[in-house]
């Protein structure tokens, strides 16, 4: 089994007044991608800043031409972030953009596989299951709300914010189940939110009573590597192949850090070596 090649970029924030910075941001991914010959290019979330208008000025019609670009280097792969960031439908018109290789939203109640230099959905993928092999499990997870858990239902902060966290724990061991079905195969799980003992741009730890999910949960998954968004300073979960990417470039008061996007590569399981990662500006 040949090594699978990701670029893992999160936290865009793309928006009319800061257009350039993430439009630039965005081809130089491509490029990268191009030069490595990716076999996918992975987006944590928060794509865009803020609902915008499909119009000449919004620059929406720019940044459709560059994901289309990235499309016709390797499939690419997204999450929903933060509601107020991607607002709900904003990535409509880059799933309808044709291509050589699809644009894909991440729904959390489907597994995705990358076959022959596509992805698929659970729906489809058991067509091919006599003829190919899937060379990389996908998951995905948007970052956990109340309109998911707590739909039609009353309660006060902290209790909210306990049945949330014990439905995202339901979730990934779900994800973990949906993992042990494919061992021979890595599993790529993508992530937008906070994870426990991840550090702020500004060198403090997650704010308390911000909706946390804990390391040992995300491991229960058993994913190769956990491509993250929301925190915008790059860094790794402890000893986890768990990494956030940070944001393309600096978007809000104190982010001095080198702002980067992650070149991943993952063997078979089978190989011991699983995961190397390398760091781009």
Not at 28 to 56: P, Y
């Amino acid at each position: 089994m040949k090594p699978i090649k990701i670029i893992h970029l999160s936290d865009v924030h793309f928006c009319p007044d800061k257009k350039d910075e993430a439009l630039a941001s965005l081809e130089t991914a491509r490029a990268k991608g191009q030069a490595e010959s990716v076999d996918l290019f992975a987006i944590a979330g928060d794509l865009f800043d803020r609902a915008i208008q499909n119009t000449a000025n919004s620059g929406l019609p720019e940044l459709q031409r560059v994901i289309q670009d990235m499309m016709d280097v390797a499939p690419v792969v997204a999450i929903s972030g933060t509601p107020t960031h991607d607002a709900k439908g904003c990535y409509e018109v880059l799933q309808e953009t044709t291509a050589e290789h699809s644009f894909t939203v991440l729904d959390p109640r489907h597994a995705y596989h990358l076959v022959g230099g596509e992805v698929y959905s659970d729906h489809v993928f058991p067509n091919f299951g006599e003829r190919l092999e899937a060379d990389l499990l996908i998951l995905g997870c948007p970052e956990p709300s109340k309109e998911w858990f707590l739909k039609d239902k009353r309660m006060g902060g902290d209790e909210a914010n306990e049945a949330i966290l014990n439905g995202m724990k339901g979730l990934l061991l779900g994800f973990a189940a949906t993992r042990n079905e494919h061992p021979s195969i890595p599993c790529l799980l993508v992530y937008h939110g906070n994870v426990a003992g991840a550090t702020m741009c500004n060198g403090q730890a997650v704010r308390p009573g911000e909706l946390t999910i804990g390391r040992d949960d995300l491991a229960l998954v058993g994913a190769d590597y956990y491509a993250l968004g929301h925190i915008h300073l790059a860094q790794q979960i402890g000893d986890l192949p768990a990494f956030y990417a940070g944001s393309a470039y600096p978007i809000n008061w104190g982010e001095l850090d080198q702002k980067q996007f992650n070149l991943v590569t993952l063997l078979s399981r089978i190989s011991r070596s699983l995961v190397t990662v390398r760091s781009e500006e």
